[in-house]
């Protein structure tokens, strides 16, 4: 007989707020803890793939976020020196009328955010968690619990998890700026573009931004991790004229950029916990694995985590020991094996390497127009290469 828990989420994040409505619906008392006084997103746009979505539908999220997201058929770039194609990945190239969801980070959170409110989820702000013990989360200025189980979604920054991340050689900027009255870019495709792998360089259609006018896009400019302070110094027209002559249908979304501030540097690492829970506490999203965005799938991971939790503690009745370790199994192999093949892309399309966008440009390009291939790669961006939750059931489409 499965029985009601005490469960505390550390953490109103996408995987936060994911688990506290799978829970709930689960039957269980569950408190969100939150660091600021307003939980708020950080970052700009993100593809949800067709994983993502299939959790969203089951947390009741899925019409709120296609309400103001962008559906996107294709992932296309180009190297900027021969303007001939290296990446083409249709969501569709199965014959199969899939798709992602281009969407701002704030139009997901607040999906994710009245979801979990709706569920019963109680909320509260203002307390930055510090470390854990004998099932209390503590904080800056006291504790809470004990709890009978504790959810670890705090992120890359966790203080509750032991992973020790190697960071990546390289980040990016981001912004949000305005759709462009004139543009030839199509809106229903992520398009980028690289100089070798030293200069990558994106668009990204999001559709509608809350408590913002209009469609909105977000841009992205790849960049070693430790040059932030460099590309400061270098100035705005210095940095557009560059990227304009490498990409000239970026010129109507960069000229949007007035101000440095309006990009924001984003850093990587990559790590995974062997074991993503111990007694009492299970760690989740980036808080149990990092990689680079090069396959789009952070805030999947995150929600597929968040979901394959809530489902290992129902088919464990509620027994915790056996719950992180059902939980742990189900999401293992999804997981190392896009760590993996992180580590094998992002080399190619971001790295100071000259040998590997020759390779990337020369032959696995070539390769990926092959139709088996093609069809590899589409169910590798949608997320279901491998099963998402082994051996658990997925969610019901």
């Not at 021969?82 to 990446?87: E, H």
């Not at 932030?228 to 000229?255: C, K, M, N, T, Y």
């Not at 489902?311 to 992180?324: E, I, N, R, T, V």
Request: aromatic residues 8%.
């Amino acid at each position: 007989m499965s029985r009601k828990l005490d469960i505390a989420i550390a953490g109103a994040g996408m995987g936060g707020l994911a688990a506290a409505t799978a829970l709930r619906q689960s039957g269980h008392d569950v408190t969100v803890f939150d660091q600021f006084e307003a939980p708020a997103p950080v970052g700009s746009g993100l593809v949800l793939q067709p994983v993502g979505l299939d959790v969203l539908e089951q947390l009741g999220a899925l019409p709120a976020a296609m309400a103001k997201g962008n559906r996107i058929h294709r992932m296309f770039g180009h190297e900027a020196n021969s303007g001939l194609p290296v990446l083409d990945v249709a969501y569709d190239a199965p014959g199969v009328p899939r798709f992602g969801l281009a969407i701002h980070r704030a139009a997901l959170f607040q999906a994710l955010f009245d979801t979990a409110l709706a569920s019963g989820a109680r909320l509260e702000p203002g307390h930055r968690v510090t470390g854990e013990k004998d099932g209390k989360l503590l904080f800056e200025n006291g504790s809470a619990g004990p709890f009978d189980l504790i959810v670890d979604a705090t992120g890359a920054g966790s203080p509750l998890s032991p992973m020790r991340a190697r960071p990546l050689g390289y980040g990016a900027l981001w912004a949000t700026v305005n759709w462009p009255d004139r543009t030839d870019l199509p809106r229903n495709e992520l398009r980028q573009a690289y100089r070798r792998a030293d200069r990558m360089m994106g668009v990204l259609p999001v559709g509608a931004v809350p408590g913002q006018e209009g469609f909105r896009s977000a841009i992205f400019w790849s960049l070693p991790s430790g040059s932030h302070a460099a590309w400061l110094d270098r100035g705005l027209e210095d940095w557009q004229a560059e990227a304009v002559a490498l990409w000239p249908d970026f010129a109507p979304f960069i000229s949007q950029i007035t101000d440095p501030g309006q990009m924001t540097m984003a850093r990587y690492a990559h790590g995974t916990l062997r074991r993503p829970f111990r007694e009492g506490v299970v760690h989740i999203g980036d808080a149990a694995h990092r990689a680079s965005p090069q396959l789009g799938q952070g805030a999947n991971m995150a929600l597929l985590d968040a979901w394959a939790l809530a489902q290992a503690l129902k088919l464990a009745h509620d027994d915790l020991p056996l719950a992180a370790l059902t939980y742990a199994r189900a999401r293992r192999w999804h997981v190392r094996s896009y760590q993996l093949m992180s580590r094998l892309f992002t080399p190619q399309y971001q790295g100071d390497s000259r040998l590997l966008p020759i390779l990337r440009d020369r032959v696995l390009y070539p390769m990926s127009t092959l139709k088996p291939i093609q069809g590899i790669l589409t169910r590798l961006v949608c997320g279901d290469l491998l099963p998402p939750f082994g051996s658990l059931a997925p969610p019901e489409a």
